[in-house]
């Protein structure tokens, strides 16, 4: 008998397209569901940006045949709380339960998925919600420099430009018809993977995710390209005005790749050594450790079905806006001049790989990775096959990552904080 390596999930899809992955795991009798359904913030109307967030908001807030109440109460009596989040392109539902409680539970979030109310009582209530917590974004240095990076990078035609939660205007806008229409354009069987990780028995679970996902026939939604976004050519400063403010934030970032690209791997090791290893790689050492100038900074590398961005981030006394930037660009021309060194790459590898068993500890990051792997066609035994692909990278492609990806002239800088004088050590750049 072969002996079983890595995770070895088993895959199954029911008749009307509904995909499931398990994975049993016998150490303690809980059960993780992560359930996805690709219909995230990409399926925004452009008239009505937000719309999929607001649902999100609502969407368990009554069935067709159960309250917001009676929904709400048995969850609290099997102890169990779901999350529902969004990303540009998954709208998804997290929850643990007792394996007793499993077939309960799956039924009861297959419902909210299926057929969700939006009564108009709880459309009102979450849209105020919303719009609170976009005010509350709009007095974050952090929060506009992020989004105004995403905005400058992408422009607002792409989905990746646009913000996530809306604006307070367009979500005054929506109504309970037009979330119900939403629903039933983009959320449908051939959208929805159900990832369940824990105490359960594989063919138990094919019969009950079978029954709680029967008789849903709706045909798969039109698929929504992710345009090409152009590449910035020249470099440009935004600045956001936040007078009051103790901080400034810096997002200073680039459009780079695609996850499915074949430079996927050079690209995560090379930003793991400029922004993340240790206390944040060669940023965190010399910008906050040695020169003590930022309260946090680091970088991310954000590749995505489109081509997505890699960025730096980092807070700042206002005093010292300029030479954090100064900073950074000698990093990154540092980086792209003499490349990563034999000992960072593979320092950076051992991480990453020893990171895995960690984040694989519990089985809330077991689905998340099997749900991960399988949104971008990754297969089920990439947990497996990662160590073969990270130890395939050279040194050569790690360094034509860097030229490629991060050249100062090329940045797009958005720095959001109290406005200064531009004067000596610190203070903003003027737009460019």
């Known amino acids: 008998m072969t002996a079983q390596r890595g995770l070895a999930p088993a895959r199954f899809s029911i008749e009307n397209g509904v995909v499931a992955i398990v994975k049993e795991t016998r150490k303690t009798p809980i059960v993780s569901i992560n359930i996805a ?15 999929v967030h607001l649902l999100a908001r609502v ?12 929904i709400a109460d048995e969850f609290e009596a099997r ?3 779901l999350s529902v989040n969004v990303t540009r392109h998954l709208l998804s539902f997290v929850c643990t339960c007792l394996a007793d409680d499993f ?3 799956l039924t009861l979030v297959a419902d909210i998925i299926r057929h969700p109310s939006f009564p108009e009582r709880e459309v009102a209530t979450r849209k105020g919600e919303v719009i609170t917590a976009i005010r509350q974004d ?10 105004g990076l995403m905005a400058a990078l992408y422009g607002p035609q792409h989905p990746y430009g646009r913000r996530l939660k809306g ?5 005054e806008r929506i109504s309970r018809d037009e979330l119900l229409h939403l629903h039933a354009e983009r959320v449908a069987p051939s959208e929805v993977t159900a990832v369940v990780v824990g105490d359960v028995n594989t063919p138990r679970v094919h019969d009950i995710v079978g029954r709680a996902f029967d008789g849903w026939r709706v045909p798969p939604p039109t698929v929504i390209p992710v345009p090409h976004p152009e590449h910035p050519t020249e470099r440009r400063t935004i600045v956001v005005p936040m007078e009051g403010k103790s901080q400034s934030d810096i997002a200073y970032g680039f459009v780079t790749i695609a996850r499915a690209d074949p430079r996927y791997y050079a690209y995560w090791l090379m930003n793991h050594v400029l922004g993340q290893y240790a ?6 050492d010399s910008i906050r450790e040695r020169q003590g100038m930022a309260y ?8 995505n079905i489109g081509e997505g961005p890699l960025f730096v981030r980092a807070g700042v006394n206002p005093a010292n806006v300029d030479r954090a930037i100064a900073s950074i660009d000698q990093e990154l021309a540092r980086i792209r001049s003499e490349g990563l060194t034999e000992k960072e790459l593979d320092d950076s590898r051992r991480y990453l790989l020893g990171s895995m068993p960690r984040a694989l500890e519990t089985n809330n990051g077991i689905a998340n990775f099997l749900q991960t792997s399988e949104f971008f066609g990754l297969g089920p035994d990439y947990d497996v096959r990662l160590p073969e692909l990270l130890g395939a990278v050279t040194l050569e492609a790690t360094n034509a990552a860097a030229v490629s990806a991060v050249d100062p002239a090329r940045a797009t800088i958005v720095i959001a904080g109290p406005s200064r004088e531009n004067k000596g050590s610190g203070g903003f750049l003027p737009p460019t």
């Open 37 to 51: 359904v690709r219909a995230g913030s990409i399926c925004d109307p452009e008239d009505a940006p937000g719309a």
């Open 59 to 70: 969407i368990d807030r009554g069935t067709t045949t159960r309250s917001a109440a009676e």
């Open 79 to 81: 102890g169990v709380s």
């Open 103 to 105: 077939e309960a539970i």
């Open 138 to 147: 709009e007095d974050s240095p952090f929060v506009l420099a992020a989004e």
């Open 167 to 171: 604006t307070v205007e367009s979500v």
């Open 279 to 284: 206390i944040g790689g060669r940023l965190g």
């Open 296 to 303: 946090y900074v680091g970088s991310a590398l954000e590749a």
